[in-house]
């Protein structure tokens, strides 16, 4: 692992200022909808409706204040941009932001209402990881990494701490006979969308510390499916491309920090963009949450995986973010993706 | 006042251990499309994705041990019901919900899958209402009224009372400097979409007590504005018909329990359903929260008074609930509605 439980629960107490435990709910008709228990984890609630604001606070509360004088820079395709915007207004650290040209208006136009500077640069996010690369090195800017950060990661890893405790309040309602259908349930897999891995590798730390024993299965896109490719070969493939609208998993290749512990999921399976957009309409008609892609891989995941689990198992998935742009509402909808 | 401030500090002490505060936010994008400062209370975050969950707790824990265990019925269209729904469930209270026919299909579902017993009848919610009331004769169960009920407008004005305190928080930020504009900024209004009128009593309420001199304005959908012009004509009207897409809104009468003190609203307006379709539409582009018609009437209501506020006003509006059914989301994302 690239580190330790130890800065996991650092990274806790950095958040417990900025940023409230999210709910872990159940909902009946998508537990039948799906054949098992599901457990939601609503990351959507969190101040930029996605998980990666956990990321942002992790990162910006470690910087020493020298650093924070300095500001941050960042490539994103939206999510890890806005969260490290949203924790540069708490904390007041300037914050230039790199997004590929042509990304999602909306998460550009979150991003600047944040008060983050917003600059348009290459053709997809890796290239915008060069553009940002460069500008830190000319403005003296701190580089904040989507993946390869050990704070970002740590902060990532929050999510499942928490998702393992609420886990745990579902387990001793049932054993206390309060449970809806009177059945014992434990928890017995989270299933987690991998776009650079924070997600995965935290959920593989949360449960090595808190629930030994719980299977952690990765889910990609299929047109990004670099690090899903490499995980079945055994080693480090690259993609030319990356085109789904599932724009937060749109990933061309592995990360250092997160390759070698996502080698030890349980399971990675790769779903196509009309199974991404069918686990958003299912998510909306039993939840009434609207999922951006990314937020529903994991649930679209899970479908692929359900025969892989016992009849009345309790998995969890990911509900993160919910940053879709109208005009792909409009499509997901109206059933054209 | 048909129930006092100390009914409140109650019901808000009932309610701690089952629902979590919900957050009051801005967003940076919406301030600008609408030149105000607006603040979103988040009552989509609660269990039911809508605020009548507080009514629907408040009412639950406040029957005595007998009535509990006689159980409890309802007529709604969705929310209120849901929301007794999910309160039983958590209480062990046996729960019977009527709904008028054609109801919102996915808005029963949550019903039934919070393990109430759903019964359709009647051709609207006052007709489900007299169906009810047969029902709970003959069951010998308890009636729970969506408005005419003290503990139900206690539940609904613990919205308001925490959103007074968590203004307070914005202008303690404004007055330190650590707002985003340098602005100060005051709460001035709450603008509050009105079906029974709980949520705007609740609102009258808590200004009383907390914030006085801010103003609470009603809304209503134009096609179902009996209490829209009963205000206006000060005097007690019904309509025939109550045909608005915005289900939570449609009523057709007034009730005996919130008409007077709705009278001292300091004003009211109706808006369309194209009015209310747009409102979701830019609620959705500016935060990505997608709420149902009820839900963002209030931000449609506050587009047709924006002029009666001061520049830089602070304005809050009431993001409940999120429960649109996948057809209508279709409908408001298309242009269609």
């Not at 690239?2 to 872990?24: F, G, H, K, N, Q």
């Not at 998508?30 to 956990?54: Q, S, Y």
């Not at 891995?197 to 949360?206: E, F, H, K, P, W």
């Not at 952690?216 to 299929?222: D, E, F, I, L, S």
Request: glycine share 10%; proline share 4%.
């Amino acid at each position: 692992m690239s580190i330790t439980w130890e800065d996991v629960l650092a990274a806790r107490r950095r958040l417990a200022p900025y940023l409230p435990v999210t709910p872990l709910r159940r909902y009946a008709a998508l537990d039948e909808a799906i054949g098992l228990r599901v457990l939601v984890k609503h990351e959507n609630h969190l101040p930029t409706n996605a998980f990666k604001v956990r990321n942002g606070v992790s990162f910006m509360t470690a910087l020493p204040p020298e650093q924070r004088t300095r500001g941050v820079i960042a490539a994103s395709r939206g999510n890890h941009g806005a969260g490290l915007a949203w924790a540069g207004e708490q904390l007041g650290v300037p914050v230039v932001i790199c997004v590929p040209h042509g990304n999602n208006p909306e998460k550009n136009a979150a991003i600047r209402g944040f008060g983050a500077e917003l600059v348009e640069a290459g053709r997809d996010y890796d290239e915008s990881v060069e553009v940002a690369t460069r500008i830190a090195r000319e403005r003296g800017l701190v580089m904040a990494h989507s993946t390869n950060d050990a704070n970002v990661l740590a902060g990532a890893a929050t999510l499942s701490a928490e998702l393992c405790e609420q886990a745990g309040e579902f387990e001793r309602r049932s054993r206390e006979g309060q449970d809806d259908r009177g059945e014992r349930a434990a928890l017995d897999a989270i299933v987690v969308a991998v776009g650079g891995g924070s997600q995965a590798v935290g959920a593989l730390l949360a449960t090595d510390a808190l629930r030994p024993g719980v299977a952690v299965h990765g889910v990609q896109a299929a047109a990004a499916a670099a690090i899903h490719d490499s995980w079945h070969a055994g080693t480090r493939l690259t993609t030319p491309t990356a085109d789904t609208f599932a724009d937060g998993l749109a990933t061309r290749a592995t990360y250092d920090l997160t390759w070698e512990p996502l080698r030890r999921l349980a399971g990675f399976v790769a779903v196509s963009d009309a199974e991404i957009a069918d686990a958003i309409r299912l998510l909306w008609r039993t939840t009434h949450n609207l999922a951006e892609g990314a937020g529903a891989a994991g649930l679209a995941g899970l479908r692929q995986l359900r025969d892989r689990f016992r009849p009345g198992a309790s998995v969890a998935v990911i509900l993160s973010g919910s940053n879709l742009d109208e005009p792909t509402v409009r499509r997901v909808m109206s059933g054209e993706l």
